[in-house]
């Protein structure tokens, strides 16, 4: 059986019993309310549907991550040692020199979530983003995971198939371990702060991990950079001594906040802290490097077949230049094909794609927001399956054609788990339209 035709067999068993499955997406919708898959405070936004996944489509998901983490460590090679390649960047100084300082331990990249568009019918995918710096999702995944489990959605295939998901926390804190071992070349158990700027209360996922590394007896704190101060040759919270942090506030933050973080930035300089992950994974995370990938002159380190990769599966992207009237003429003319992007920021903002506006709204995006630091970009046809809308107060179900993202988590530069968002918009993300739907792997008995 196909990865599709369990979407369509899922819509026809719905379709035959409403009553019973409209029974069981209240009961879901009550768990999710009681658990920890929280967004701002509230319970994250969700479809009562599963994304269907086979064995064949995770070891293409295997493949491919595996062959594009070794051409994005050649990038980091090169910018590591090579000033001209460095150049092309355009990173301040201060970025420079974070990036450029060794964090103690080998992995460029220790975690990230590479997002695909990915098509059951075809296996064809292109990658559309590059998260190396905060990448979250984990907790969404994992309780929406749980909570299926024992719903009516799951419970209908049990007896035809295997079904697994993915563990997100404990892995991690392994991992974070053995970052840590070979920075400090000892055994003991460190003391561990998660780091990011903080609203209010804390993110459910960081409580999370929080409980994950106390399971594994690291003390834990969740902390804010602003909270830190090095003294005395160690980086503290309060008195807590901090070994070891998890670092979820994002790189640009940092920078345009040197000074209120100007503890974390000085303690990491000096190596008195092992930082996990290292700033150096910006390389990879601003979407320059899609630019750069498909720049041969710039990156004659490819070999073909990299190349080759690189122009099946990630879309043409060019650095925008306002001031090169060709480029800009080109934009207006082929806006329905064209997406702009700014080349360092999160959860879809600023990203722009061309068919959902007028020429004249285009035209003004490209001279109110595109003026500096961003990206033109081909658009990718999003894949879309027909995916289940239930209605709360009415037993009522309707399927709609949804385009869907999917992210792979990828800790220590192997695939460990699957996080997928979908929605009816073009864009998908936290600042639009958006839900979580929860993954599992379906192998027949």
Same mark, same amino acid.
Request: charged share 30%; with cysteine; hydrophobic share 35%.
């Given at each position: +059986?196909?990865?599709?035709?369990?979407?369509?067999?899922?819509?026809?068993? =719905?379709?035959?019993?409403?009553?019973?499955?409209?029974?069981?997406?209240?009961?879901?919708?009550? !768990?999710?309310?009681?658990?920890?898959a929280?967004?701002?405070?509230?319970?994250?936004?969700?479809?009562?549907?599963? *994304?269907?996944?086979?064995?064949?489509?995770?070891?293409?998901?295997?493949?491919?991550?595996?062959?594009?983490?070794?051409?994005?460590?050649? #990038?980091?090679?090169?910018?590591?040692?090579?000033?001209?390649?460095?150049?092309?960047?355009?990173f301040?100084?201060?970025?420079?020199?974070?990036?450029?300082?060794?964090?103690?331990?080998?992995?460029?990249?220790?975690?990230?979530?590479?997002?695909?568009?990915?098509?059951?019918?075809?296996?064809?995918?292109? &990658?559309?983003?590059?998260?190396?710096?905060?990448?979250?999702? +984990?907790?969404?995944?994992?309780?929406?995971?749980?909570?299926?489990?024992?719903?009516?959605?799951?419970?209908? @295939?049990?007896?035809e @198939?295997?079904?697994?998901?993915?563990?997100?926390?404990?892995?991690?804190?392994?991992?974070?371990?053995?970052?840590?071992?070979?920075?400090?070349?000892?055994?003991?158990?460190?003391? /561990?702060?998660?780091?990011?700027?903080?609203?209010?209360?804390?993110?459910?996922?960081?409580?999370e991990?929080?409980?994950?590394?106390?399971?594994?007896?690291?003390?834990?704190?969740?902390?804010?950079?602003?909270?830190?101060? @090095?003294?005395?040759?160690?980086? @503290?919270?309060?008195? &807590?001594?901090?070994?070891?942090?998890?670092?979820r506030?994002?790189?640009?933050?940092?920078? !345009?906040?040197?000074?209120?973080?100007?503890?974390?930035?000085?303690?990491?300089?000096?190596?008195?802290?092992?930082v996990?992950?290292?700033?150096?994974?910006?390389?990879?995370?601003?979407?320059?490097?899609?630019?750069?990938?498909?720049?041969?002159?710039? %990156?004659?380190?490819?070999?073909?077949?990299?190349?080759? &990769? #690189?122009r099946?599966?990630?879309?043409?992207?060019?650095?925008?230049?306002?001031?090169?009237?060709?480029?800009?003429?080109? %934009? =207006?003319?082929?806006?329905?094909?064209?997406?702009?992007?700014? +080349?360092?920021?999160?959860?879809?903002?600023? /990203?722009? =794609?061309?068919e959902?506006?007028?020429?004249?709204?285009?035209?003004?995006?490209?001279?109110?927001?595109?003026?500096?630091?961003?990206?033109?970009?081909?658009?990718?046809? #999003?894949?879309?399956?027909? *995916?289940?809308?239930?209605?709360?107060?009415?037993?009522?179900?309707? &399927?709609?054609?949804?385009?869907y993202?999917?992210?792979?988590? +990828?800790?220590?530069?192997?695939?460990?788990? #699957?996080?997928?968002?979908?929605?009816?918009?073009n864009?998908?993300?936290?600042?639009? !339209?958006?839900?979580?739907?929860?993954?599992? =792997?379906?192998?027949?008995?």
């Open positions: +059986m196909q990865t599709r035709e369990l979407f369509d067999g899922y819509k026809a068993r =719905i379709l035959k019993d409403k009553a019973l499955y409209h029974a069981s997406y209240k009961q879901v919708l009550e !768990e999710v309310a009681n658990s920890t929280q967004y701002k405070g509230k319970p994250v936004e969700f479809l009562y549907q599963p *994304m269907f996944l086979k064995d064949e489509d995770y070891q293409r998901f295997d493949r491919l991550t595996s062959e594009l983490y070794s051409i994005l460590n050649k #990038v980091i090679k090169q910018y590591l040692e090579d000033v001209s390649f460095r150049r092309h960047f355009g301040s100084p201060l970025l420079e020199t974070l990036i450029l300082k060794d964090p103690g331990y080998s992995t460029a990249v220790p975690i990230g979530r590479f997002d695909i568009f990915y098509h059951y019918d075809t296996g064809s995918f292109q &990658f559309c983003e590059l998260n190396a710096d905060g990448s979250s999702g +984990m907790v969404e995944q994992q309780e929406l995971a749980r909570i299926f489990k024992s719903s009516t959605a799951l419970k209908a @295939y049990e007896s @198939y295997s079904i697994r998901d993915f563990e997100l926390f404990d892995s991690w804190v392994q991992i974070l371990q053995d970052k840590y071992r070979e920075f400090s070349g000892s055994d003991d158990k460190p003391q /561990v702060a998660i780091v990011d700027w903080l609203q209010a209360e804390p993110p459910s996922e960081f409580l991990f929080s409980s994950a590394f106390e399971r594994d007896g690291c003390k834990a704190v969740i902390a804010d950079p602003r909270w830190l101060e @090095y003294r005395e040759g160690s980086l @503290y919270y309060k008195d &807590f001594r901090i070994d070891c942090i998890y670092r506030a994002v790189t640009w933050e940092i920078i !345009e906040r040197e000074q209120e973080a100007r503890a974390f930035i000085d303690a990491y300089l000096d190596g008195a802290v092992c996990v992950g290292p700033l150096r994974s910006q390389v990879i995370h601003n979407k320059i490097v899609f630019a750069l990938l498909h720049d041969e002159e710039k %990156t004659p380190f490819l070999t073909e077949e990299e190349r080759e &990769f #690189v099946r599966h990630i879309p043409y992207t060019k650095i925008f230049d306002i001031n090169d009237k060709a480029l800009v003429d080109y %934009t =207006i003319q082929n806006k329905n094909s064209l997406v702009l992007k700014p +080349m360092d920021k999160y959860a879809s903002k600023g /990203v722009r =794609i061309g959902d506006y007028s020429i004249e709204e285009w035209k003004s995006i490209i001279q109110t927001e595109a003026k500096e630091e961003y990206l033109l970009q081909e658009f990718c046809r #999003v894949p879309k399956v027909s *995916m289940a809308f239930f209605n709360q107060e009415e037993q009522a179900v309707e &399927f709609k054609d949804s385009n993202i999917i992210g792979l988590f +990828m800790y220590d530069g192997r695939l460990q788990g #699957v996080y997928t968002r979908t929605g009816t918009k864009i998908i993300g936290s600042i639009v !339209e958006c839900f979580t739907v929860p993954n599992f =792997i379906f192998s027949e008995k």
